[in-house]
Antibody
Framework: EVQLVESGGGLVQPGGSLRLSCAASGFTFSDHYMDWVRQAPGKGLEWVGRTRNKANSYTTEYAASVKGRFTISRDDSKNSLYLQMNSLKTEDTAVYYC???????????WGQGTLVTVSS | NFMLTQPHSVSESPGKTVTISCTGSSGSIASNYVQWYQQRPGSAPTTVIYEDNQRPSGVPDRFSGSIDSSSNSASLTISGLKTEDEADYYCQSYDSSIYVVFGGGTKLTVL
């Protein structure tokens, strides 16, 4: 079964840092681009960023709202994706989903999400 | 920046057909594929349409997608509506073929 499981969410103060993880199973992780998408409470989906695969030099892209503060990385040997979040703001409060990109176009599957709350 | 605009909400009766639009702000929506995701309350999104009009296995053929270049929009059509179709629906495409863009989402009520 193809599966993604996020972890690492929690409560953090403004200005703080947090690292999210996404464990993949049931597919060849190293072949795929992987993305992070977030959803603030009661709001829509917002793309956070992407890491490409080894064949594409593990290059990354970020939404303007997080560029310079968030870093996406991956460890293909551990079938894991990471999101390092620094200088967190209250507006970063959201459920964070990891997702596999298929044919570089569409997301399937999505993880169950992990909640990050930025509050003092 | 490229944006996708969806109606905030739509409603229709069981057994009827509903269409949800997704309009691109600039350029040609046909330049990049459009996907549609269904999200039920408390759950992660799932794909109902990918690459404009393709259905993943397990998605019923009541769901269909199309592109209209003349209006620079994509559409998701759901026929034979069922109460289980009640959910939020998001379109998704790309800006400059690099940056992922989501529409604001449409709440479908089946009443």
């Amino acid at each position: 079964e193809v599966q993604l499981v996020e972890s690492g969410g929690g409560l953090v103060q403004p200005g703080g840092s947090l690292r999210l993880s996404c464990a993949a199973s049931g597919f060849t992780f190293s072949d795929h681009y992987m993305d992070w998408v977030r959803q603030a409470p009661g709001k829509g989906l917002e793309w956070v960023g992407r890491t490409r695969n080894k064949a594409n030099s593990y290059t990354t892209e970020y939404a303007a709202s997080v560029k310079g503060r968030f870093t996406i990385s991956r460890d293909d040997s551990k079938n894991s994706l990471y999101l390092q979040m620094n200088s967190l703001k209250t507006e970063d409060t959201a459920v964070y989903y990891c997702a596999r990109a298929l044919r570089d176009n569409w997301f399937d599957p999505w993880g169950q999400g992990t909640l990050v709350t930025v509050s003092s | 920046n490229f944006m996708l605009t969806q109606p905030h909400s739509v409603s229709e009766s069981p057994g009827k057909t509903v269409t949800i639009s997704c309009t691109g702000s600039s350029g040609s929506i046909a330049s990049n594929y459009v996907q549609w995701y269904q999200q039920r309350p408390g759950s992660a999104p799932t794909t109902v349409i990918y690459e404009d009009n393709q259905r993943p296995s397990g998605v019923p053929d009541r769901f269909s997608g199309s592109i209209d270049s003349s209006s620079n929009s994509a559409s998701l059509t759901i026929s034979g509506l069922k109460t289980e179709d009640e959910a939020d629906y998001y379109c998704q495409s790309y800006d400059s073929s690099i940056y992922v863009v989501f529409g604001g989402g449409t709440k479908l009520t089946v009443l």
